[in-house]
């Protein structure tokens, strides 16, 4: 563990000019997220100068239906608190075991607030890796803060896992979404008053074709139009087993990557976080799955 957090920070340092920096520990898992420097821009699919927010004011004074009433609208999820510590999902209703991701996501909205970034992918080099669990804590832990709306979106067309883990019934089909054919609100459930979360109930055909295709870029647009989500975070496919991740990655502004201990490799990390870096902003990497983390670390006091 200690060999792939110190390459990690070697190849980063390399290539930056500097230092990486960040650490803290969770039960059965380490997350090292270090910021990156970037140049300020505005968040995707908006214009230039607009802030958060604009588009659905804009709607607004249009007459059409608010973001708050569209959101408001989305099928409610009933979630099986049960299921969700079964599933390792920890940061569902916060305490001592939620603390690491809760303190990746004060990072992540610093970073993100500052730069007027609200697009997030999470990926990792392989399956297996977790970053499906990382991005359901993540949306979790950021959907307690209440002045967030967060939406969670399965980019992950090949191995759905959403739906699964959150044991919904609905055939719901984000990729249906991305291609232009179908609206948010038939393929997305709410849990609460600031998370919702779209998924796919089973695999889709040809899922590198459809990202690499033109309909996404005006369904994400419509989409942060429509419902204006503070944050979207998109639970993305693994990077070296095809083309699909790299078919998307150009349409968020941030990315994490998520790696296992004791099996993801120094040289995997190097290579998808160079790949990540020439397409959007890598605010960090997530060591999963660490049978011994360090004990200086965490909440455990408690």
């Not at 639970?235 to 990655?249: K, Y």
């Amino acid at each position: 563990m200690e060999k792939i957090q110190s390459a990690i920070a070697k190849a980063r340092a390399t290539r930056e000019g500097r230092n990486a920096d960040g650490l803290a520990a969770e039960p059965a898992a380490e997350a090292a997220l270090s910021s990156s420097e970037a140049p300020a821009g505005p968040p995707s699919g908006l214009p230039s100068g607009a802030r958060p927010g604009a588009a659905a004011a804009a709607a607004a004074a249009e007459g059409a239906p608010g973001s708050a009433a569209l959101w408001t609208a989305l099928p409610v999820l009933r979630i099986d608190q049960g299921l969700m510590r079964r599933n390792r999902i920890v940061a569902f209703e916060g305490g001592r075991e939620a603390a690491t991701f809760d303190v990746m996501r004060t990072r992540l909205l610093q970073q993100m607030r500052a730069n007027g970034w609200r697009r997030l992918a999470i990926t990792s080099p392989s399956p297996g890796c977790g970053k499906t669990t990382t991005s359901l804590n993540l949306a979790f832990s950021l959907a307690r803060q209440s002045d967030q709306r967060i939406l969670l979106a399965e980019v992950d067309l090949r191995r759905p896992a959403l739906a699964r883990m959150l044991g919904v019934k609905v055939h719901h089909s984000f990729a249906a979404v991305l291609e232009g054919r179908a609206d948010l609100a038939g393929h997305a459930a709410r849990h609460g008053d600031n998370l919702a979360i779209a998924s796919n109930h089973s695999p889709f055909r040809n899922p590198a074709e459809l990202l690499h295709g033109p309909s996404v870029g005006p369904a994400l647009a419509a989409i942060e139009a429509r419902y204006d989500p503070s944050v979207v975070i998109f639970d993305m496919p693994p990077m070296l087993v095809g083309d699909d991740a790299l078919a998307f990655i150009g349409h968020v502004d941030c990315a994490l990557l998520v790696a296992a201990a004791e099996t993801t490799t120094t040289d995997e990390v190097d290579t998808c976080e160079r790949d990540l870096a020439s397409h959007t902003n890598v605010l960090g990497v997530v060591l999963n799955k660490c049978r011994y983390p360090d004990r200086r670390y965490g909440y455990s006091y408690v």
